[in-house]
């Protein structure tokens, strides 16, 4: 059994929305993240999907100490995170980094490549002195792929997988043992996302990285993760190994997703099961009572409303599932036959 | 063997009875810096009824074709050098601003990616609908709500009474990308350019408004235009596709034949990027390099310095786009080589 490395326990995050400006009014929460609980082991990729208000960023924003959880812990080898001050925070500041999704705003205009992938080196001088940082910088670049001779170059002299390479650089600077990408490769063209993924894969087989791997494309996702979180409104709905959840998934919300995914080959056209669900994700301020997929779901029965499903392994299933009638459901097969 | 060219590619401009032609189509961008050329000879049809997928990169040239098409270029930086854009055999290009203007909406319409954007903020959404009917169809202010409300209702959108008088910001990423294909269908174009129509969206909301396109085009017999840089869209809903490249077509096909046999390696290169299930914990297999600087093309084919096969004719002769047959062409020397391999 390989340790953990980050656990997190009951993770909650809440956003407050006012109403008024001189008198703030406190007139409810957005439940960001209502609840996550999960272990990210050494050396390992944990993808965790889901659309666009599902929580996943924000997660990325906690487990950066970004932001302060309203409840629950973010354990780093043991040490709760949002308890660190001082010297103890640098020290893990460094051993945590994050990768972006957004090359073209996470890097400031007005530095060099130089300056910004050695910016870590200034607020952690004990990680290279002063004298060996440009060749440190240099050998960074290398690692990246990116021509060392273009240290004194602007982010704007470069195109956008270039600059999430710089990016990586950065996050790679002080030598963490834990990176968090939110939507790395989003922003880029197939041919470029490409590149940046073996990218990533290299980096971690000669560092031993461990990933947190925040995405919305379920296909780049499965290439990267050994196992699997997919989030729902602030939840997590399911995890498992990347083989448990894509060709086993138990959640509806699971399995519509992934059966929506467009598969890169035309001959599955007809023969795709696609669940369509209906409307829309509701807000986060208010989320349906009980199981928060009930209102989109086709199994929604009268408990689904009452009883929140708690994430547990499910009889007949072999992983974690938070569906009062998880089952499996032979529909994803049509992500085999590309 | 190789013939020269599809019919009319030629420039001459006579009629071949499509719906839509895009014909030799040169575009280029005239900055301070100096001149990107866009497009480099565009040439490509729709017919009534089917699905012409446009796949492409960044910078490939995929949209700015569509603005083309549409008479939305802006002028400057924009100007069109060469080529025609025929709709029922006239020539777009050439005709005064009020019939272009009597084309859009009523022969071609468009809906664009980001629907925040495309949408009037400050007008409701039933009123930008409604303000077709009265313009274009000299509705009174009634009955054009009524039509509009009916628009509104065909693509779905529940409660579509009381949704006429809410504003874009009201609604979500789907149901506001819904309004826009309400807007672009209400004067019952001929030929809808859907112009990366579900990049912004969810997966699951994708689905769904592909579905409703699909549907929507299917009873009223429209051409499509689908401009995409998602091989998993175009494999679900296209019947032929042109991929583009630094403003060229470099290959099109019938969507089956492309996927199991792509007849340019940059379509090939793009076909093998994608993450696929049976090569998990492989190195991905891609393409190396950067799409051209379009203010500076490579000389010859302009894929040569990322191409595995590049060989020295490349460099030297630019690939014309060459019938392979069965509607197939590609613009690479050694296109036969890679439809007859195994």
Not at chain 2, 212 to 229: A, S, Y
């Given at each position: 059994m390989t340790e953990n490395i980050i656990e997190v326990r009951d993770l909650v995050k809440h956003y407050p929305v006012t109403r008024g400006v001189v008198f703030k009014k406190t007139i409810g929460h957005v439940k960001a993240v209502d609840g996550v609980s999960f272990d990210l082991k050494a050396g390992e990729t944990l993808g965790v999907v889901g659309e666009s208000g599902c929580g996943k960023s924000t997660l990325a924003r906690v487990l950066m100490n970004l932001e302060k959880p309203t409840a629950g812990q973010v354990l780093y080898k043991g040490q709760d995170i949002s308890k660190l001050s001082g010297g103890a925070l640098r020290r893990l500041r460094r051993q945590i980094q994050l990768v972006m999704q957004d090359p073209y705003t996470s890097l400031n205009p007005r530095m060099t490549v130089g300056d910004l992938i050695g910016e870590p080196f200034e607020i952690h001088p004990e990680v290279a002195p002063r004298r060996s940082r440009r060749d440190k910088v240099k050998e960074l670049l290398d690692l990246v792929g990116l021509n060392p001779e273009h240290i004194n170059r602007y982010p704007h002299q470069f195109s956008g997988g270039q600059r999430q390479r710089i990016g990586i650089a950065r996050a790679l600077a002080l030598r963490p043992e834990v990176i968090v990408c939110d939507e790395p490769v989003s922003a880029l063209d197939v041919s470029i996302q490409a590149q940046v993924m073996n990218l990533l894969e290299k980096l971690q087989a000669e560092f031993g990285l461990s990933?947190?791997?925040?995405?919305?494309?379920?296909?780049?996702?499965?290439?990267?993760?050994?196992?699997?979180?997919?989030?729902?409104?602030?939840?997590?709905?399911?995890?498992?190994?990347?083989?448990?959840?894509y060709e086993r998934p138990t959640h509806p919300y699971t399995q519509a997703l992934l059966s929506a995914v467009p598969v890169p080959d035309p001959t599955v056209r007809e023969s795709k099961a696609?669940?369509?669900?209906?409307?829309?994700v509701p807000s986060p301020v208010s989320p349906p009572s009980g199981c928060r997929f009930r209102t989109r779901c086709w199994k929604a029965q009268d408990v689904c409303a009452q009883e929140v499903p708690l994430l547990q392994?499910?009889?007949?299933s072999d992983h974690p599932s938070a569906c009062h009638f998880a089952e499996k459901r032979e529909i994803v097969a049509t992500h085999e036959a590309a | 063997m190789s013939e020269q060219s599809a019919p009319g590619a030629d420039g001459s401009g006579r009629p071949s009875g499509r719906l839509l032609e895009v014909d030799g189509l040169r575009v280029e961008f005239r900055t301070r810096d100096g001149v990107a050329k866009v497009i480099n000879g565009v040439t490509y049809h729709v017919d009534a009824g089917e699905t012409l997928a446009v796949l492409g990169e960044s910078g490939s040239g995929k949209s700015v074709t569509a603005q083309t098409i549409m008479g939305i270029l802006d002028t400057p930086p924009g100007f069109v050098t060469g080529g025609q854009v025929r709709f029922h055999g006239k020539d777009m290009l050439k005709m005064s601003a009020e019939q272009r203007r009597r084309i859009r909406g009523e022969?071609?319409?468009?809906?664009?990616?980001?629907?925040?954007?495309?949408?009037?903020?400050?007008?409701?959404?039933?009123?930008?609908?409604?303000?077709?009917?009265?313009?274009?169809?000299?509705?009174?202010?009634?009955?054009?709500?009524?039509?509009?409300?009916?628009?509104?209702?065909?693509?779905?959108?529940?409660?579509?009474?009381?949704?006429?008088?809410?504003?874009?910001?009201?609604?979500?990423?789907?149901?506001?990308q819904r309004a826009m294909i309400a807007m672009s269908l209400a004067l019952d174009p001929e030929v809808l350019i859907a112009d990366e129509p579900t990049t912004a969206l969810d997966v699951t909301v994708q689905a769904q408004i592909m579905d409703?396109?699909?549907?929507?085009?299917?009873?009223?017999?429209?051409?499509?235009?689908?401009?995409?840089?998602d091989l998993g869209v175009v494999a679900d809903v296209a019947d032929r596709i042109a991929v583009m490249y630094a403003g060229r077509i470099v290959e099109e096909a019938d969507v089956y034949d492309l996927y199991a046999k792509p007849a340019h390696p940059y379509t090939l290169g793009l076909l093998n990027s994608i993450p696929r299930m049976d090569e998990k914990g492989q190195e991905l297999r891609t393409i190396k390099g950067l799409p051209p600087n379009l203010m500076n093309i490579p000389p010859g084919c302009a894929f040569n310095p990322r191409c595995p096969m590049a060989q020295p004719v490349c460099r030297e002769k630019v690939p014309p786009l060459l019938q392979l047959g069965r509607g197939r062409a590609s613009a690479c020397h050694f296109a036969e080589e890679l439809v007859n391999r195994d």
């Open positions: 990933y947190v791997f925040i995405a919305h494309d379920l296909s780049v996702v499965r290439h990267l993760s050994d196992r699997v979180a997919v989030m729902y409104l602030g939840k997590m709905v399911e995890v498992g190994t990347e083989d448990e959840i696609i669940i369509r669900l209906q409307g829309d392994i499910r009889p007949g | 022969g071609i319409a468009m809906i664009f990616q980001d629907s925040l954007s495309a949408l009037n903020p400050v007008f409701t959404v039933g009123f930008q609908i409604a303000e077709q009917f009265r313009i274009r169809r000299g509705l009174s202010r009634s009955d054009a709500k009524k039509r509009a409300i009916e628009m509104l209702d065909q693509v779905k959108i529940p409660n579509a009474k009381g949704r006429y008088s809410n504003y874009p910001h009201q609604f979500s990423g789907g149901m506001r409703l396109l699909g549907e929507l085009q299917r009873e009223r017999q429209m051409g499509m235009i689908l401009i995409t840089h």
